[in-house]
């Protein structure tokens, strides 16, 4: 197989595999030389075979597997969001909003102008953009910020970064990481850079570590962080603003998935004068991922270059979803249950929480849809031992960046919907498998 790689440069070499990989050579599960191998082959200094290989997992398109070497991935290398498919086991781990309470559009259906909308004419309904606008100017320290709409909040992120990035640019990912993120920058062909997560959101030391790095984006979750639940306190976001005043920029994508959901206040990384960002808000989580819409509030030139990404006849979002959107947006009635909602997610999540830790398990209730736990066990083995009794269970090692890292020992735990009885019965049976 080395004979068939070329390439002096990281980045040569990295093209070659994948190259052959395009071409069927290399297929899922096969073996890529090791890397002092390749390079006494290829002539060149090891730690340029590292770089090529590192460059290659980044992308997703290969996996280190230890002693058994570095292989090629295959097509379901990282985890997906959701319901797991074809399982009877009790699913713990979706990262779901409830659907009893997601409000029925049906009302909102009957209501909304039916006017066509033609080719040629503005790509976001003005009454959406003008609710939107009064939204994010509340949050946005610029006021020249314009408004996009999106197909929801991942396609907001992957056209962002494509107007911005080129192919191995470095993008800083906060780890643990939302299971979207680490798709979109793989699939980019962009190199992932780690940032530790901490109770307070992205450590400053990793944002440092990231911008030394050469990153050009960020993309950060303000609030309910996906999966460990922080959000930015003040003190720390202070402090990545003031990091990032030298670095005005690096395009910073702010993903506040659960918005008006929260119960902590909005934090940003973005200062007075960062010239690059985008604040994304989608309506998934409390109209219903089904809405597939979100709201960017970008900087002038991020607008204008996305918009010839968003252009009529391409990727319009349906202006019949943008009214319909509004409509709900704008009903004290759906925004009265949306709200409900909210206290529901943050009571149940709490009371597992106190249960967890009335039972010896150390646990905090956050904010977003699900909890992090962590137990004495490495997840891997307690999600095992939770499968035979009964319970599909996230484990961190999913949302884990760096392949190589220690076995996580926290388990993504979705369980706002668990009756009182449910609940209990999940307890016992978590402590039993942390045993």
């Keep these: 197989m080395s004979d068939q790689i070329s390439g002096t440069t990281a ?67 990282v985890a997906q969001e959701g319901y797991a498919p074809d399982t009877v086991l009790r699913d713990i781990g979706t ?33 959406l953009e003008e609710w939107a606008r009064e939204w994010m100017s509340v949050d946005l320290v610029d006021d020249d910020f314009r408004i996009t709409v999106t197909s929801g909040a991942v396609d907001a992120v992957e056209r962002l970064l494509a107007q911005a990035l080129m192919r191995d640019d470095a993008v800083a990912l906060e780890d643990p990481c939302f299971l979207a993120s680490i798709h979109t920058v793989r699939l980019g062909g962009y190199r992932a850079v780690p940032v530790p997560v901490d109770a307070e959101g992205m450590t400053v030391e990793g944002l440092r570590a990231a911008l030394d790095a ?77 809405m597939c819409l979100a709201i960017a509030g970008t900087d002038p030139e991020t607008a204008d270059r996305l918009a010839m990404r968003l252009s009529p006849g391409t990727t319009w979002v349906s ?43 150390d646990a905090t209730a956050s904010d977003g849809l699900s909890l992090w736990v962590r137990l004495p066990q490495p997840a891997r083995i307690v999600a095992e031992r ?7 269970a996230r484990t961190g090692d999913d949302f884990a960046l760096d392949e190589r890292a220690e076995p996580s020992h926290h388990l993504r735990l979705t369980v706002h919907d668990l009756s009182d009885d449910d609940a209990g019965t999940l307890v016992a049976d978590l402590v039993a498998a942390g045993r």
Aim: hydrophobic letters at 45%; proline letters at 7%.
């Design 95 to 127: 990262g779901n909003p409830d659907p009893r309470l997601i409000p029925d559009p049906a009302p909102a259906l009957m209501t909304i102008a039916s006017r066509p909308v033609l080719y040629g004419e503005p790509v976001i309904d003005r009454g």
């Design 319 to 361: 202006h019949l979803l943008q009214r319909l959107a509004l409509t709900q947006l704008t009903d004290e009635s759906v925004m009265s249950q949306v709200a409900a909602a909210a206290s529901h997610y943050a009571a149940r999540n709490t009371a597992f929480a106190e249960r967890l830790r009335a039972a010896g398990i």
């Design 11 to 77: 980045s040569d070499i990295a093209d070659s595999v994948r190259a052959l990989h395009d071409r069927g050579v290399l297929r899922a599960g096969s073996v890529l030389p090791p890397v002092r191998e390749l390079a006494a082959t290829l002539g060149v200094n090891r730690n340029t075979a590292v770089a090529a290989y590192r460059q290659l997992a980044q992308a997703g398109l290969v996996v280190s597997r230890g002693r058994a070497g570095t292989v090629v991935a295959g097509l379901g290398s």
């Design 214 to 290: 050469g990153v050009r984006a960020i993309i950060c979750t303000p609030r309910a962080q996906n999966p460990t639940g922080s959000s930015l306190t003040p003190a720390r976001a202070a402090e990545l603003r003031a990091l990032l005043v030298d670095h005005p920029y690096v395009l910073i994508i702010e993903d506040d998935h659960f918005s008006v959901l929260s119960q902590r206040p909005y934090e940003s990384l973005i200062g007075p004068d960062h010239r690059r960002y985008a604040l994304v808000r989608s309506v998934s989580k409390f109209l219903g991922p089904d």
């Design 386 to 392: 939770l499968m035979r009794r009964g319970w599909l």
